[in-house]
């Protein structure tokens, strides 16, 4: 038999129908929702008389447009209509909901790996790109639009071309302060924003073996900023630790069948690709995006790139927008710049994890007084235990504000807005134009570089800074 | 879903790469629960300044783009969030077809659904559309039936799309109906498979 890899393995699995001349109707397993994308597919139900086919391998959170402050005063009636439908919604199609109240509330693709929802070999679907994340489990996990979250709630399925596969290969090991977020931003950097489309990736190599799950997912995070709508690794004993346990994994004699199964997964000996890249780990620097997609992004200790180093003419282009956007100069040194915000959060990287090496970098340290900086845990479950560590009297005590869950400043649907023409230094994801608030300025980094920027008031090359050590 | 065969339009252009679905409809208008009216929303930031007047130069705010139902766009179109509210905004701003070198994976699947035709182009034919929409008065043809694009000066070249949602648009179907219609097939799957 042909040897398979990964993706085509759980792809065959959960494949309903394969005729000529269409997509594979692809059976979904977990299907997550939220407030924002989610109400327009209920109503669609609604108007045909539809039911949910599986409200138990359905599960919804709110996240996007909650406050992280007050967050039972949802002053904004827009979006206080929009949580007040998924519960609705939720209650009359019965559907669990982690809502503002659960203790399990939080972002989406936090939620799903930290209640055991999240599995390897499971097919993932939520209205949302970052779905992505789930990927980090050995899952397909890829975001859908809201006619077909409706599909998916309608039917479990999905009409789905099979995707070409992409095998990213992470060998060696990471130099003293990059990150998991420093290694994604490098592959957008150095092959493109586009390069994964029509992609599904599978990550790979001893890099990416040595990864803690957090770490994991945080690359599979930002695959579709690679342009891929899925991203994965394959599942291995730090997965199954990770799991075992969580509330809604399987338990006792079921969890050991699982993971015979999920190790069963793993990609065969000689499986083909439709392509492959390497990456050398020590080749990566901590990194900081300097334009308006994640893709212009440069090594910290460098500058902001100049218009010959633009590959063509359209780019030339772009870079001209980015400068005047950014309110930067070709040529400019990056630890030059100095910034006005910092945001520690997202579904990118606001676990434990990451709010433990913000801690370690500011602790017993102030945050510059130009600095507005907060910290927004990606779950009420990663407050919970990082107040637990003390982690935030050490943030607190260093000028941040200690936030309640949610997407936050990713987006800036709910208050937390950046200024126009202010700088945030940002552990999320994107940095287009306008996300963080109209004219506002975003430079994505890991959690230790936003730290250290916000202790300094402007980037710094967290190297050069002594730590005694980074925790995953 | 509105049955699309065929527009004769305008080609209003959008020459940037990497257009992300935040600039198409920036997050402020994402809190409504309805699918209509993100027309007046599309292109927010781009199209209107700060104090609500239109923004003269934007592309889309040109004169001789007006009513325009032919969106010819740069490459990686789409990019970003999968928000649907992308699609729905671009429709209900009266785009009917969108062309461009490439489109975001998710976008892409968004547009199907809504009847948005998404066309990618091949480098030679983008380059002389471009030239031809950049000047005035320029009107073509989209023939969904025929996969073919043409004007009136005999300029013609014919397009990809798959057989499946071409059948989808053409006839403006109900997908989940569609999808029911092979509901044994669907309880049979779930029957069979060992779930872990």
């Known amino acids: ?395 607190i005590k260093a000028g941040f504000e200690w936030r309640d869950s949610g997407c936050s400043m990713c987006l800036s649907m709910n208050n937390d807005v950046v200024p126009s023409g202010k700088r945030c230094v940002s552990t999320s994801n994107r940095n287009f134009e306008g996300r963080q608030g109209k004219g506002a300025r975003t430079h994505l980094v890991s959690p230790a570089m936003a730290a250290s920027a916000a202790l300094y008031g402007h980037f710094v090359d967290i190297r050069k800074i002594k730590i005694s050590s980074f925790t995953s | 879903m509105q049955p699309f065969q065929s527009v004769t339009s305008k080609v209003a252009v959008l020459n940037r790469a990497n257009v992300d679905t935040d600039q198409i409809i920036p997050k402020q208008f994402l809190k409504r629960i309805e699918r209509t009216g993100y027309g007046k929303f599309a292109f927010f930031d781009w199209r209107y300044f700060e104090d609500g007047s239109p923004n003269p130069n934007f592309e889309l705010n040109y004169e001789k783009y007006k009513g325009a139902e032919i969106l010819l766009a740069g490459p990686n179109f789409g990019c970003g969030s999968s928000r649907e509210h992308a699609p729905w905004a671009l429709a209900d701003y009266g785009f009917k077809v969108i062309m461009a070198p490439s489109f975001a994976d998710i976008f892409h699947q968004n547009c199907l659904k809504n009847g948005l035709l998404p066309i990618r182009m091949k480098d030679e034919n983008m380059k002389q559309l471009l030239k031809k929409a950049l000047g005035n008065d320029y009107e073509c043809t989209v023939d969904l039936e025929g996969q073919r694009v043409y004007d009136k000066d005999g300029f013609e070249f014919s397009f990809e799309v798959d057989p499946h949602w071409k059948e989808m648009l053409l006839h403006g179907r109900d997908e989940i109906a569609f999808t029911l219609l092979y509901e044994e097939k669907i309880k049979s799957y779930e029957k069979e498979r060992v779930v872990f």
């Open chain 1, 1 to 395: 038999m042909k040897p398979k890899n990964i993706i085509e393995k759980i792809w065959d699995q959960h494949v309903v129908l394969s005729e000529e001349g269409k997509p594979d109707l692809l059976y979904i397993d977990l299907h997550l929702i939220h407030e924002v994308t989610s109400p327009q597919a209920f109503e669609g139900l609604r108007v045909k008389g539809r039911k949910v086919r599986k409200p138990q391998n359905t599960f919804a959170t709110m996240d996007h447009n909650i406050p992280t402050k007050n967050r039972y005063q949802l002053e904004d009636e827009v979006a206080k209509k929009q949580i007040r439908a998924l519960e609705r919604n939720c209650h009359e199609f019965g559907i669990e909901l982690a809502g503002l109240d659960s203790e399990d509330q939080g972002i989406v693709h936090v939620i799903g790996p930290e209640l055991g929802l999240t599995l390897p070999g499971k097919t993932i679907v939520c209205g949302d790109s970052h779905t992505s994340t789930h990927g980090a489990f050995g899952a397909l996990a890829f975001g859908i639009g809201t006619s077909e979250v409706e599909h998916v709630l309608a039917t479990q399925t999905l009409w789905q071309h099979k995707p070409k596969t992409l095998k990213v290969e992470v060998n060696g090991e990471l130099k003293y302060g990059v990150t998991a977020k420093d290694v994604i931003l490098y592959i957008i950097g150095k092959y493109g924003v586009d390069f994964g489309t029509g992609y599904v990736i599978e990550y790979a190599g001893d890099c990416i073996r040595n990864m803690s799950m957090d770490e994991r997912m945080t690359i599979c995070n930002m695959s579709i900023e690679f342009g891929a709508r899925a991203g994965l690794v394959a599942p291995d004993e730090t997965t199954f630790e990770y799991v075992k346990g969580r509330k809604y994994a399987p338990k006792g004699e079921a969890f050991s069948q699982s993971v015979a199964y999920w190790k069963s997964l793993n990609s065969d000996e000689g499986a083909e690709y439709d392509q492959t890249i390497v990456i050398q780990g020590e080749d990566i620097a901590p990194m900081v995006t300097w334009g308006t997609n994640p893709g212009m992004v440069v090594p910290v200790d460098e500058s902001v790139p100049s218009l010959s180093q633009a590959k063509d003419e359209k780019e030339r282009t772009s870079f001209k927008r980015a400068y005047e956007y950014m309110g930067l100069n070709p040529g400019e040194k990056i630890d030059h710049v100095s910034v006005d915000y910092v945001f520690i959060g997202s579904c990118t990287n606001s676990r434990l994890s990451d709010l433990r090496n913000a801690a370690e970098v500011i602790k017993d340290k102030h945050v510059h007084p130009s600095v507005t900086a907060i910290v927004v845990p990606g779950s009420q479950s990663v407050k919970r235990q990082a107040e637990k560590e003390g982690l935030h009297e050490i943030f």
